[in-house]
């Protein structure tokens, strides 16, 4: 009676009312109206409670277990749908008082007789289920919690694989990622020569703090995971090397690539000027004199003043020995290779002046050498192609020390504004001389230290994707994005104090916590006991060595498959405890809200 009672959400009296009147219409039956059966059901569901109250309230308790269950299986629940779904507690006990408020609003409805008394039952049954629907999944939680440091020490020795694949769960859960984001983080390392990225790296926070404790604690896996990450750590300088030589398209040092186009540039301009020599006829070298002339203004000074012993000033002594070695005032120089000569030792000046910075001296002199290169130009049709070519080659040569220059110093914006000017010839030059300090620092920077934290900045965030190779920037920012995480994750598991794995060292080689026997000799009772108690935390949270060396194991993974399969079920075993307490807070919540409804 108890069972049919619960089951029927306190409609059932009402129902099979309306069935026995249904068949008292029948011809040859008594008639019994809908309200007399209403009232007679409802005595004997009175009488057979005071009969035997323990058997009807077990009744009820079967029907509130099979009602919840089915409820729960049917995903009718909100509650278990937002465990299953892993829902924060919070929102799971959200979705449980929705399902109380449901169920205690329809019970407490049914439960009534008239209109009045069933709007009143079914606020007061909405009420309560709101209230029990909420609280049962933070009771169920908490009375897991209690019960767990003694189950667990017990059960984690003997399933060991059960409790690692709990914790796994648990930090995947944490981590805020799906085991598909974890293995395509592996998938995508080992794509970008990066193999040695492993689970607790692309787990984040969530797996560095696991690792640590792996790492912090006595365990077979220990040291492994620490010789791992030490060898990896040793060879990020190689990898970053390797990273930017690819994106730079920069095999070669920048020295090696001025020697290579230095000599290209030599090898052409042989070939060229050897044909613009052959094809040559004399040279006017009267439009060059006549540039000359407007700075010397030869003779105004010796008719003004015939006894003048002012000196040249470098500027006019520097034009002066141009002049000289192109005319005598007689006669010119007409001879195309000597006037080449000439323009030869021009272009020495000028480097002598600009690396002396007489920047005024060079401009004057310039001046001369592009008229006289328009000269040489004009007696040889061959020669424009081959003074260009060579132009083009030097400017190329000059990338290379333009690039080494913006990866030291400038600002971001002029950096690309002269990448882009550039043709592409020049742009991969420029290319070499931009990866060669940054190849250097990484190639001299100390053995332990983070070499991808000087190539991740706000400059170099702006500059890589336009200056590396084409397409290649974004392969590049994800490789030092990547080192970085796993630098963290190493200084996560190993950095910091060394007080703890001092600690775990002494409890690994003794029978005894050394801090225990401390605090005992001292007299501190109350310290002894935390301390002792603490170094049984572990044991109480289902960690003890056998199932961290399985966490270690797994969170140190770099093979997608490997690592796909032990998350899964790491992620399998949090969904099937979240669906236990799920179903088991449904049930509560159904007892409690339709209990509660009823009174």
């Given at each position: 009676?108890?069972?049919?009672?619960?089951?029927?959400?306190?409609?059932?009296?009402?129902?099979?009312?309306?069935?026995?009147?249904?068949?008292?219409?029948?011809?040859?039956?008594?008639?019994?109206?809908?309200?007399?059966?209403?009232?007679?059901?409802?005595?004997?569901?009175?009488?057979?409670?005071?009969?035997?109250?323990?058997?009807?309230?077990?009744?009820m308790?079967?029907?509130?277990?099979?009602?919840?269950?089915?409820?729960?299986?049917?995903?009718?629940?909100?509650?278990?749908?937002?465990?299953?779904?892993?829902?924060?507690?919070?929102?799971?006990?959200?979705g449980?008082?929705?399902?109380?408020?449901?169920?205690?609003?329809?019970?407490?409805?049914?439960?009534?007789?008239?209109?009045?008394?069933?709007?009143?039952?079914?606020?007061?049954?909405?009420?309560?289920?709101?209230?029990?629907?909420?609280?049962?999944?933070?009771?169920?939680?908490?009375?897991?919690?209690?019960?767990?440091p003694?189950?667990?020490?017990?059960?984690?020795?003997?399933?060991?694989?059960?409790?690692?694949?709990?914790?796994?769960?648990?930090?995947?859960?944490?981590?805020?990622?799906?085991?598909?984001?974890?293995?395509?983080?592996?998938?995508?390392?080992?794509?970008?020569?990066?193999?040695?990225?492993?689970?607790?790296?692309?787990?984040?926070?969530?797996?560095?703090?696991?690792?640590?404790?792996?790492?912090?604690?006595?365990?077979?896996a220990?040291?492994?995971?620490?010789?791992?990450?030490?060898?990896?750590?040793?060879?990020?300088?190689?990898?970053?090397?390797?990273?930017?030589?690819?994106?730079?398209?920069?095999?070669?040092?920048?020295?090696?690539?001025?020697?290579?186009?230095?000599?290209?540039?030599?090898?052409?301009?042989?070939?060229?000027?050897?044909?613009?020599?052959?094809?040559?006829?004399?040279?006017?070298?009267?439009?060059?004199?006549?540039?000359?002339?407007?700075?010397?203004?030869?003779?105004?000074?010796?008719?003004?003043?015939?006894?003048?012993?002012?000196?040249?000033?470098?500027?006019?002594?520097?034009l002066?020995?141009?002049?000289?070695?192109?005319?005598?005032?007689?006669?010119?120089?007409?001879?195309?290779?000597?006037?080449?000569?000439v323009?030869?030792?021009?272009?020495?000046?000028i480097?002598?002046?600009?690396?002396?910075?007489?920047?005024?001296?060079?401009?004057?002199?310039?001046?001369?050498k592009?008229?006289?290169?328009d000269?040489?130009?004009?007696?040889?049709?061959?020669y424009?192609?081959?003074?260009?070519?060579?132009?083009?080659?030097?400017?190329?040569?000059?990338?290379?020390?333009?690039?080494?220059?913006?990866?030291?110093?400038?600002?971001?914006?002029?950096?690309?504004?002269?990448?882009?000017?550039?043709?592409?010839?020049?742009?991969?030059?420029?290319?070499?001389?931009?990866?060669?300090?940054?190849?250097e620092?990484?190639?001299?920077?100390?053995?332990?230290?983070?070499?991808?934290?000087?190539?991740?900045?706000?400059?170099?965030?702006?500059?890589?994707?336009?200056?590396?190779?084409?397409?290649?920037?974004?392969?590049?920012?994800?490789?030092?994005?990547?080192?970085?995480t796993?630098?963290?994750?190493?200084?996560?598991?190993?950095?910091?104090?060394?007080?703890?794995?001092?600690?775990?060292?002494?409890?690994?080689?003794?029978?005894?916590?050394?801090?225990?026997?401390?605090?005992?000799?001292?007299?501190?009772?109350?310290?002894?006991?935390?301390?002792?108690?603490?170094?049984?935390?572990?044991?109480?949270?289902?960690?003890?060595?056998?199932?961290?060396?399985?966490?270690?194991?797994?969170?140190?993974?770099?093979?997608?498959?490997?690592?796909?399969?032990?998350?899964?079920?790491?992620?399998?075993?949090?969904?099937?405890?979240?669906?236990?307490?799920?179903?088991?807070?449904?049930?509560?919540?159904?007892?409690?809200?339709?209990?509660a409804?009823r009174?």
């Open positions: 009676m108890g069972a049919a009672d619960m089951a029927g959400m306190g409609f059932g009296d009402e129902a099979a009312a309306g069935l026995v009147s249904a068949i008292e219409k029948l011809p040859g039956r008594s008639g019994t109206t809908y309200d007399q059966a209403l009232k007679d059901i409802r005595g004997d569901q009175q009488q057979a409670y005071d009969d035997n109250p323990k058997s009807y309230i077990a009744g308790g079967a029907a509130g277990v099979a009602g919840g269950a089915a409820m729960a299986k049917s995903g009718l629940s909100f509650g278990v749908r937002a465990a299953e779904a892993g829902a924060p507690l919070l929102r799971i006990a959200a449980g008082a929705a399902d109380g408020s449901i169920l205690g609003g329809i019970t407490g409805f049914g439960s009534g007789e008239g209109l009045e008394d069933r709007a009143k039952k079914g606020l007061l049954g909405t009420a309560v289920g709101t209230v029990t629907g909420g609280v049962t999944p933070l009771a169920v939680s908490g009375a897991a919690n209690l019960v767990k003694v189950v667990a020490p017990i059960m984690a020795r003997l399933r060991p694989d059960t409790y690692a694949n709990a914790a796994l769960g648990e930090g995947l859960k944490r981590s805020g990622s799906t085991v598909d984001d974890i293995t395509q983080a592996l998938i995508d390392a080992r794509a970008d020569n990066q193999p040695v990225f492993t689970v607790a790296d692309a787990m984040g926070q969530s797996g560095q703090r696991l690792l640590s404790t792996v790492v912090r604690n006595p365990n077979e220990r040291q492994p995971v620490v010789e791992a990450l030490n060898a990896r750590q040793a060879g990020q300088g190689r990898r970053i090397v390797n990273s930017l030589t690819e994106a730079f398209d920069a095999p070669d040092t920048a020295a090696q690539r001025v020697d290579t186009l230095t000599g290209y540039r030599g090898a052409a301009a042989n070939a060229a000027y050897a044909e613009a020599r052959r094809n040559a006829g004399p040279v006017d070298i009267s439009p060059t004199l006549a540039r000359i002339d407007e700075t010397l203004t030869p003779g105004v000074h010796s008719i003004a003043r015939p006894n003048n012993q002012i000196a040249n000033d470098s500027i006019e002594g520097s002066s020995r141009v002049r000289s070695m192109l005319s005598d005032g007689r006669s010119n120089l007409t001879d195309f290779n000597g006037v080449h000569r323009k030869f030792e021009l272009d020495d000046m480097q002598k002046a600009t690396n002396q910075g007489a920047g005024n001296r060079a401009h004057y002199l310039t001046q001369v592009n008229v006289l290169d000269a040489l130009a004009d007696a040889s049709p061959p424009a192609a081959a003074r260009d070519a060579y132009a083009a080659a030097s400017r190329r040569i000059e990338a290379v020390g333009a690039g080494k220059t913006a990866a030291t110093r400038g600002r971001a914006p002029d950096t690309i504004d002269v990448y882009n000017a550039m043709t592409p010839e020049e742009q991969a030059a420029f290319r070499v001389g931009y990866a060669n300090p940054l190849i620092q990484a190639q001299s920077a100390a053995v332990g230290v983070d070499k991808s934290r000087p190539l991740i900045s706000d400059a170099t965030g702006m500059e890589f994707p336009i200056v590396t190779a084409p397409d290649r920037g974004p392969r590049l920012w994800n490789q030092l994005g990547r080192e970085k796993m630098f963290e994750t190493r200084n996560a598991a190993t950095g910091g104090s060394r007080t703890a794995d001092n600690l775990a060292d002494a409890a690994d080689m003794s029978q005894f916590d050394p801090s225990v026997m401390a605090r005992l000799m001292k007299g501190d009772a109350w310290g002894t006991i935390t301390a002792a108690l603490a170094k049984t935390l572990n044991e109480a949270k289902g960690l003890p060595p056998s199932v961290l060396s399985k966490v270690g194991e797994a969170l140190m993974q770099t093979d997608p498959g490997m690592a796909r399969q032990a998350l899964t079920a790491g992620a399998e075993s949090q969904s099937a405890k979240a669906g236990r307490r799920a179903v088991v807070s449904s049930i509560l919540n159904n007892l409690g809200s339709s209990t409804a009174r």
